[in-house]
C-alpha cells in the first residue's frame, strides 16, 4: 500500500502550472500582483489536493508562527476549560492557533512547559495558572524567563507577570461580598463559608469580600464556619457534613463545583436545596442550570466573556508594533439568581 504524502506548494505549482511564487501570493492573505481569476483557480485546486499550510515554513519567513502558547493548572475546572474554549475559538478567526499545556500547581512543570512553548516558537503566551498570595521563588523565576523572552504576556487572574502585556482579572472581592451580602438578604446569619486553598489569590480575595458583607451586617466573624476545599466537586461533598455540624443554614462556595459537590451529598443526608439549606456558587458556569434546583451564582454574563478579551487583546499585542505600558483590564461580577437560595425559615 502506498503512503499519501502531503501535498506540497511545489506540488500544486506543478498541477496548476503556475510558478512557486505565484501560488504562494495566491494563497496568502496579503495583497499582491496575482489577479482574483488565478488566485480563485489555486485556490480551489489547494482544496481540491488537501493542502495544508506549513506553519513552520510561514514562520520562518514572516518571523511569525502564528502560534500561542496556553499555560493552566487545572484544566479539570469546568470554568477554566469553559474559557479555553472561547480564547481557542476566537484565535482561530484571526488564523492563530493554540497550543496548550497543563502545569500541576506548586510544582517546577510549570516553568518546563513556558520554556517549551517559548523554544516552540509561540508568538506569545497566554498565562491561567493561579497566583499565590505571596510570590514564590518559581513564581520569580518564571516571571523573569518571561520577561527574558520578549514575548507578549495575557496573564488571566495572575499578577506574576507586570511588564510587556495585559493582565486581565475578574473582581473576586466584589463577587464574595455579592454573594454573601445575598444570604445575609434572605435572613441567614450563620454562612458557612466552602473556601479554596487559602494560598491562592482568588481565594484571599474571595475570602475577603465574605468577611467584609458579614461585617457590614453587624454579624461576627466565626472561624468554625469556613471549610477549606481545594476547587474540586469531592471536596464540596467533604465540606457538607462538617459545615451541617457548625448548624449553618447557608453555604456560600467559592466555586460552582464545589457547589456541585454539596448538592450530591445533600442527597445522601436528605438535605433539601433550598428547602434545608441556601447555596451560592462562583463562576456562573453552564451546568448551573441543569440542577434540580439550580445554582444561585456569582459571575459574568458571559461565560466566555474574559476568554474572547484575552484572546483579542494577545493578537493585538502580537500585531502592534510598538511595545506599550501594560494593560489591566478587571471584569465586574453579577449576581445570577436560581433556585437554590431562599429566605430562612
Not at 500544486?12 to 494563497?27: H, K, M, N, P, Y
Not at 518571561?146 to 473582581?171: A, H, I, R, T
Not at 458557612?192 to 474571595?206: E, F, K, S, W
Amino acid at each position: 500500500m502506498g503512503i499519501n504524502m502531503k501535498t506540497t506548494i511545489k506540488d500544486l505549482a506543478r498541477e496548476s502550472g503556475f510558478s512557486v511564487a505565484t501560488v504562494s501570493l495566491a494563497l496568502s492573505d496579503k495583497p499582491s500582483r496575482v489577479n482574483t481569476e488565478t488566485i480563485q483557480k489555486i485556490r480551489k485546486l489547494a482544496k481540491k489536493m488537501n493542502y495544508t499550510p506549513n506553519r513552520l515554513a510561514a514562520g520562518l519567513a514572516t518571523q511569525k508562527s502564528k502560534m500561542i502558547g496556553f499555560v493552566t493548572d487545572d484544566f479539570s475546572n469546568t470554568y477554566i476549560s469553559a474559557n479555553f474554549m472561547a480564547i481557542d475559538m476566537e484565535l482561530q478567526k484571526s488564523g492563530y492557533l493554540l497550543m496548550a499545556s497543563s502545569a500541576v500547581r506548586d510544582t517546577e512543570y510549570a516553568e518546563f512547559a513556558i520554556k517549551n512553548l517559548v523554544s516552540s516558537g509561540v508568538d506569545g503566551i497566554i498565562y491561567n495558572k493561579s497566583a499565590h498570595t505571596k510570590m514564590s521563588e518559581l513564581d520569580k523565576r518564571i516571571g523573569d524567563y518571561l520577561e527574558q523572552s520578549g514575548l507578549p504576556v495575557v496573564s488571566c487572574d495572575n499578577p506574576l507577570y507586570e511588564k510587556y502585556g495585559v493582565g486581565v482579572k475578574f473582581d473576586y472581592c466584589k463577587g464574595g461580598y455579592l454573594a454573601t451580602k445575598h444570604l445575609i438578604e434572605n435572613g441567614h446569619k450563620k454562612i458557612g463559608c466552602l473556601a479554596g486553598d487559602i494560598n491562592l489569590q482568588v481565594t484571599a480575595d474571595r475570602f475577603e469580600g465574605y468577611r467584609s458583607a458579614l461585617k457590614e451586617a453587624g454579624i461576627a466573624f466565626d472561624p468554625d464556619l469556613v471549610y477549606y476545599g481545594n476547587y474540586s466537586i469531592g471536596s464540596g461533598g467533604e465540606a457538607l457534613p462538617y459545615l451541617l455540624g457548625q448548624g449553618v443554614t447557608a453555604i456560600f462556595a467559592f466555586n460552582d463545583q464545589m457547589a456541585f459537590g454539596i448538592y450530591k451529598e445533600a442527597q445522601k443526608y436528605h438535605v433539601s436545596i433550598p428547602g434545608d439549606l441556601s447555596v451560592i456558587g462562583f463562576d456562573n458556569t453552564q451546568f448551573c442550570d441543569v440542577l434540580d434546583a439550580p445554582l444561585t451564582s456569582v459571575g459574568s454574563f458571559s461565560s466566555n466573556a474574559m476568554g474572547v478579551v484575552v484572546a483579542k487583546k494577545m493578537v493585538e499585542l502580537i500585531e502592534q508594533k510598538e511595545k506599550a505600558d501594560r494593560e489591566r483590564i478587571v471584569f465586574e461580577p453579577s449576581l445570577f439568581l436560581r433556585g437554590s437560595t431562599a429566605e430562612r425559615k
